[in-house]
């Protein structure tokens, strides 16, 4: 049975970005979405996020360009240092981001705070909870949450994240899906102990690299610190035991120099640590029924592609705009939701599969000619051949995902209240 959008449930699972940016068009196009959270509050640490190519156009029909705009990190460029902390090359913003035109960059959790702000009056959310359990007889789908709680909505999203609840639920372990890269990334906030200001510093160590950045809307006095190692095979670890993904990070750099050890005495303070690995999510199919998947729970294309958050708010904006079209049939919505999709992704998968390996280079050598290029390159005569060759690989990810007009879409955005 399908229902008109204006009473068509739709439960999403996940609120960080996915989830209340699909949420927020949901409502626009008529649906009445509910979004359920683990956390007990929305989640507002994490990295700093890519708003670039197809994602621009989306934020600004959402009606949130503006406020990434205010919220962007500012940044000026980098630069490298070696082990004694002398600056080997500096590099822009411009060639560091590969940006163009309209593209910015904010902290994941001020993005995800603007979505927030934007749907709460008129989207339920519920924190502190998560589904157990999901039956979907045809018609509509039985919710069970953990907290004991059963609800029945026409439509279930996951948009839970590459560990996704949802799509463990529905398809089965995740180890059936995710295809590792050979490295794990950490993320952690400390104190700036190299004095930056809108500024990233990045030192390579064979197998290893660590960048330090502040941004123009950190905190007074903190600075984001990100570890990558790679690794031959996959670590075994409690992915709730954060003791003991701060002891494996630790290991991974034990004997390092520079301020390696200052930086990783950091990390046992820290409370938003982040330990994971650098992973690909690949599945065949991203709906079963009246269950459907959304950005990295569907399809995660890892830190190392840079367009996660911009597959995630492209992949809301089409999914979204597919079922209005198909005025709520769930079928033909998440087909052609999945048609438009899936290209994109695909490539932007295998950039990341690219990209990953030259996230950790595996020998000094290697690490010296990448030190050479980026202390020479501004000097060059060719400095713009290269930076437009960087830029130009980047946007083709980055613009990888076709944006359709979907003709039930307001012309007025909505204002948080």
């Known amino acids: 049975m399908t229902h008109p959008p204006a009473s068509q449930t ?31 509050g929305l989640r507002t640490g ?46 822009p913003a411009e060639i560091f981001g590969g940006r163009v035109g309209q593209d910015d960059e904010i902290m994941r959790g001020d993005l995800a705070r603007i979505l927030y702000e934007r749907t709460r009056e008129d989207v339920e959310y519920v924190f502190g909870d998560s589904v157990t359990g999901l039956h979907d007889d045809g018609d509509g789908v039985d919710v069970t949450f953990e907290s004991g709680t059963r609800r029945r909505f026409d439509l279930v999203v996951g948009a839970d994240g590459m560990h996704s609840n949802t799509r463990r639920l529905v398809f089965g372990d995740e180890r059936r899906f995710r295809r590792y890269l050979g490295a794990y990334i950490s993320i952690f906030t400390g104190p700036d102990r190299l004095g930056l200001t809108r500024w990233e510093t990045y030192h390579a160590r064979p197998d290893k690299l660590v960048c330090v950045y502040s941004t123009a809307g950190e905190l007074a006095h903190t600075a984001k610190n990100c570890f990558v190692f790679a690794s031959p095979g996959e670590l075994s670890y409690d992915p709730r035991d954060t003791d003991a993904q701060k002891r494996l ?38 709906s079963s029924g009246r269950v459907v ?40 919505a998440f087909a052609a939701y999945e048609r438009v999709m899936r290209p994109g992704v695909e490539l932007n998968q295998r950039f990341a599969a690219r990209f990953a390996k030259e996230m950790t280079l595996s020998s000094r050598w290697r690490i010296a000619l990448r030190m050479l290029m980026v202390r020479t390159l501004p000097r060059t005569p060719w400095k713009n051949l290269i930076a437009k060759k960087i830029r130009d690989d980047i946007q083709r990810a980055a613009t990888a995902v076709p944006l359709g007009e979907y003709p039930a879409f307001p012309a007025t955005p909505c204002v948080p209240r």
Not at 250 to 274: C, N, S
């Open 46 to 91: 994490g990295y700093k996020v890519d708003i670039r190519g197809t994602a621009v156009e989306v934020c600004r029909r959402m009606g949130i360009l503006d406020a990434i705009r205010a919220g962007s990190t500012g940044m000026d460029g980098g630069s490298y240092v070696d082990s004694r902390g002398r600056t080997v090359g500096r590099l």
């Open 10 to 40: 739709v439960l999403i699972s996940g609120a960080s970005v996915a989830g209340p940016a699909l949420a927020l068009l949901l409502h626009r196009h008529g649906f009445t979405p509910t979004v359920v959270e683990r956390a007990p």
């Open 249 to 286: 990070l630790a290991h991974a750099f034990a004997g390092d120099d520079w301020e390696i050890p200052r930086l990783i005495a950091d990390a046992a303070g820290a409370d938003d640590f982040y330990f994971d690995a650098i992973a690909l999510i690949e599945m065949d199919r991203w």
């Open 293 to 332: 998947l959304l950005g990295d729970a569907a399809h995660c294309a890892s830190p190392a592609s840079g367009q996660g958050t911009g597959l995630a708010l492209t992949g809301a904006y089409v999914l979204a705009g597919e079922l209005a079209a198909a005025h709520g049939d769930h079928r033909a």
